[in-house]
């Protein structure tokens, strides 16, 4: 299976600051790299798929990258409702696998 | 609009069978693969597997041996059931629906199970 590793587990961020998460893959998963931003009590939502394919309604502050088999997501501009956990799953090969998220707190 | 609803039992006892009901609208099974993933405190997300536009199926192998997905098109709905519950099952199980090679796009509000006794 291929394995996602997640960093930082948590951060704390001020409004109007940029962050950024980071997934490091075990192997190569050909940009097929997806972002979910999960708020407590509720389902995943999709925010990028394909490392870099922004989800249609999903503001313009999220975006994501890719270097080898390092994927990155970036958020700019802090908003108060970017307070959640975020994961990343490669959507490659079987199983998909899923990271095991980041915890974004506002200061 | 798209709209993803589970419905299944809160409380199953161990070595029983989870059986769970997604519901969707607003768009049609034949088109879409359909997903299934849960949320359990030990293992965080994990996919369970699909049912692809054309009826066939994919199982993580990790519950392949008791799982099952299926789906009826003239209801909209799509089953997950899987038998010889452990209280490791315990979690939040979610339907999606794949709307990009594989990442999902829509989930239902997800389902509750407790495996205990």
């Known amino acids: 299976d291929i394995q996602m590793t997640q960093s930082p587990a948590s951060l704390s961020a001020s409004l109007g600051e940029t962050v950024t998460i980071e997934c490091l893959a075990s192997?190569?998963?050909?940009?097929?790299l997806a972002w979910y931003q999960q708020k407590p009590g509720k389902s995943p939502q999709l925010l990028i798929y394909?490392?870099?394919s922004l989800q249609d309604g999903v503001p313009s502050r999220f975006s994501g990258s890719e270097s080898g088999t390092q994927y990155s997501l970036e958020i700019n501009s802090l908003q108060s409702e970017d307070a959640a956990t975020y994961f990343c799953?490669?959507?490659?090969?079987?199983?998909?696998?899923f990271g095991a998220g980041t915890k974004l707190e506002l200061k | 609009q798209v709209q993803l609803k589970e419905t299944g039992p809160g409380l199953v006892q161990p070595t029983q069978t989870l059986s769970i009901t997604c519901t969707v609208s607003?768009?049609?099974?034949?088109?879409?693969?359909m997903q299934w993933v849960r949320q359990t405190p030990g293992k965080g997300l994990e996919w369970m597997g699909f049912?692809?536009?054309?009826?066939?199926?994919e199982y993580n192998s990790e519950f392949k041996s008791r799982l099952s997905i299926s789906r009826d098109t003239s209801k909209n709905q799509v089953f997950l059931k899987m038998n010889s519950l452990i209280t490791e099952d315990t979690g939040v199980y979610y339907c999606?629906?794949?709307?990009?090679?594989?990442?999902?796009?829509?989930w239902g509000q997800g389902v509750m199970v407790t495996v205990s006794s």
């Open positions: 999606a629906r794949d709307g990009h090679n594989n990442a999902f796009d829509y």
């Open positions: 607003g768009f049609s099974l034949t088109s879409y693969y």
């Open positions: 049912i692809r536009s054309g009826g066939s199926t």
């Open positions: 192997e190569d998963v050909s940009s097929n």
């Open positions: 394909d490392a870099s």
């Open positions: 799953q490669q959507h490659h090969d079987y199983p998909y696998t």
